[in-house]
């Protein structure tokens, strides 16, 4: 098992621009979950999924946009990069309450 | 927003030495979750525990499910420099929607 893959690893954009941050995981877990982390803030949720088909919003979803047409895939869209986007960002999965498992992280700078 | 108290935020022991942290809530849990965090790198998990009164090792590893469910508790034993980093906690608060809830770490540094 590849567990929970993140790529890229790095990105730079400038301000307004868009991307996606792939996210897979093989372990066919029903729950994933984006994240960011910023000094001293801690993990906090930005989006999350029950399963494919259904998404919701975490506590920090404003300038992102996510899907979940299948059950391995999560990608976590940026519509038009700003600076304060500038974080490392974390995919999970898991099966409900059960363990939680991280991806590597992709950090990404908006300049 | 995060709804788990863990502390110390940061300790400095010796190598050999051995370490405590703990994280408390006002809220009932499910279930706890310990990671471990190096540089550059994303969370690992550590211990899972699903039952109050849980005690469950890992290694030289420790960590229990508070009989009360609001807090865990994560030893290390005989510390070594690899065991540098940050080491939270997250649990599922109950009604929580499998959201977890994460504290802010402890920063661990060991001095060889």
């Known amino acids: 098992n590849a567990g929970v893959t993140q790529t890229p690893k790095f990105q730079v954009l400038k301000t307004g621009q868009s991307m996606t941050l792939q996210c897979a995981q093989d372990?066919?877990?029903?729950?994933m979950s984006w994240y960011r982390q910023d000094p001293g803030m801690g993990l906090r949720l930005i989006h999350y999924?029950?399963?494919?088909?259904?998404?919701d919003q975490g506590e920090v979803p404003n300038g992102y946009n996510v899907s979940r047409s299948t059950t391995e895939d999560f990608p976590l869209r940026l519509l038009s990069a700003a600076p304060s986007q500038t974080s490392v960002y974390f995919c999970?999965?898991?099966?409900?309450?059960?363990?939680?498992?991280f991806g590597p992280g992709t950090r990404l700078t908006v300049l | 927003g995060q709804q788990l108290n863990q502390s110390p935020q940061s300790m400095f022991i010796q190598e050999g030495e051995d370490v405590s942290m703990n994280c408390t809530s006002s809220?009932?849990?499910?279930?706890w979750l310990w990671y471990k965090q190096d540089p550059g790198e994303g969370p690992v998990l550590l211990i899972a525990?699903?039952?109050?009164?849980e005690l469950t090792s890992n290694g030289r590893l420790t960590a229990q499910f508070g009989i009360t469910r609001k807090d865990s508790f994560l030893n290390i034993s005989a510390s070594i420099p690899s065991d540098v980093g940050i080491y939270f906690c997250?649990?599922?608060?109950?009604?929580?929607?499998?959201?977890?809830?994460f504290g802010k770490g402890t920063l661990l540094t060991v001095n060889p």
């Open positions: 997250a649990g599922d608060r109950v009604g929580s929607n499998y959201k977890l809830t």
């Open positions: 525990l699903y039952k109050a009164g």
């Open positions: 809220s009932i849990f499910n279930t």
């Open positions: 372990m066919n877990h029903e729950y």
């Open positions: 999924s029950v399963g494919a088909g259904i998404t």
């Open positions: 999970a999965s898991r099966r409900l309450l059960n363990e939680q498992f």
